[in-house]
DNA sequence: CGCGTGGTTGACACAGATCAACCAGAGTGG
DNA sequence: CCACTCTGGTTGATCTGTGTCAACCACGCG
């Protein structure tokens, strides 16, 4: 698994292909405010795997610069994205012994890794950073809840939407939303095929609540609209 | 909410309308561990609200007798189950300041319910006590992220496939599986219609693979072809 | 320039939803 | 003890949203 480029941590290694967000409440016990737990770089090319199901959970990681996946497979090839991982996110906490799931890199990914067995030592000694842990892993179950919504109960047309909308939050610079994610991927995190993703964007596209400049690159025109349709 | 019957805690008042499983792990620390967070008994009517959506995360739950569901609403009346909770089970344990479901009596339900604030109390004092608090949040999203694979990706036989195997393992007892719930919430726990539920759970009668004598009691006959059916 | 990957669009199929009728068992009250 | 009712469950007929299959398009790259 680390058989990867290491480069030695530098403080302005966080600019990479996507802009970097200020880093999430929840990520703060990672680098930042704690220097002894700086951690190490390494970088993962296009579709490259970064953990397997099953693994043992010996890294915590957090984006630097790219994005990540992560996802669950079945045998038969159908497959759940269950979160896509953006700078400033961190991925891969586990509090048992192994990850439940595969992380891939989705474009040229850089990630800050530190070992786990750290962390927990340093949560021995503050409870602040055991309440980081545990918020982390919390807001994933936020996350999860959500999405189980989602998938369980609404439409395709709301499932865009609602997807629109997170990476709105998450990635949008001067009005302008970037994907990294191509419409398969897009498919397996909302529960559809990639071409009814293809179908309702166009159609979102024919109504005026977006603009497609190339199939990645989507301007958000009303909001409002989007956020009906979110319910 | 608390205007329930509150009863006092008598040792033996774990007995109720379903079987009591060997204590979880992660429900450790509730109670037997730690005299002094026995908690308050509470008792709630079938269908009755133990806590709603958004509401303070004051309290943590551990069900005693009977069974919860924990659920999001949709406004023109969808609804997604995250999850049934039966004796034994721990329940609306929040890291943030509210709960992010609503939870419900399915059928007439006791529950032990402990404040919070001491059991992050006791937290500050012993590590044990902040992982059995991760564990537990971490137990949730391991439920959650199986959950969405089956919610995205698998056919309505293998989803009740997936549930019959899961309420076997929960609350099997003499080879008999008592359901609590109704098949619209079976429904709402795997993104199907009620009917739907039911033309597949007569489909598998027929098929041998399990016995039905009354809706809600099932033998099942042939586990090794329901564990196929769940890939 | 040709090729390959990713995206769009169309025609059609089908799993599961919807609508509706009917059925079974548990209370309830005469 | 039997009608009556009510809730929950089953089953059938039909509809529809999304999947499937296939053709085509567009851009980037060697």
């Not at 179950?141 to 997170?166: C, I, N, P, S």
């Not at 995190?189 to 400049?213: F, H, I, N, P």
Request: glycine share 8%; charged share 25%; aromatic share 4%.
């Amino acid at each position: 698994m680390l058989s990867r480029t290491m480069i030695a941590p530098t403080p302005d290694m966080r600019t990479g292909l996507l802009p970097t967000l200020p880093p999430k409440a929840d990520s703060r016990f990672f680098s930042t405010a704690h220097p002894g737990l700086l951690g190490t770089l390494a970088s993962y090319g296009k579709d490259e795997e970064i953990y397997g199901d099953d693994e043992p959970a010996d890294y915590v990681y957090e984006v630097v610069s790219g994005a990540v996946r992560t996802c669950k497979l079945l045998d038969d090839g159908r497959r759940q994205i269950g979160a896509f991982h953006l700078p400033g996110d961190v991925f891969g906490l586990e509090s048992g012994p192994a990850h439940r799931l595969t992380a891939d890199a989705i474009v040229d990914t850089t990630v800050r890794l530190v070992r786990r067995r750290s962390l927990e030592a340093a949560a021995q000694g503050d409870v602040r950073i055991a309440n980081a842990l545990w918020a982390t892993t919390a807001r994933d179950l936020r996350h999860a809840e959500d999405h189980m919504l989602l998938l369980g109960r609404k439409t395709a047309k709301e499932r865009v939407a609602a997807f629109l909308l997170e990476m709105d939050r998450r990635l949008t610079v001067a009005g302008m939303l970037d994907l990294p994610m191509c419409r398969r991927d897009i498919g397996d995190y909302l529960g559809l095929t990639l071409e009814t993703v293809s179908r309702v964007l166009s159609q979102l596209q024919q109504e005026g609540v977006l603009g497609l400049s190339g199939a990645r690159h989507i301007v958000l025109r009303n909001r409002q609209r989007l956020h009906g349709m979110n319910i």
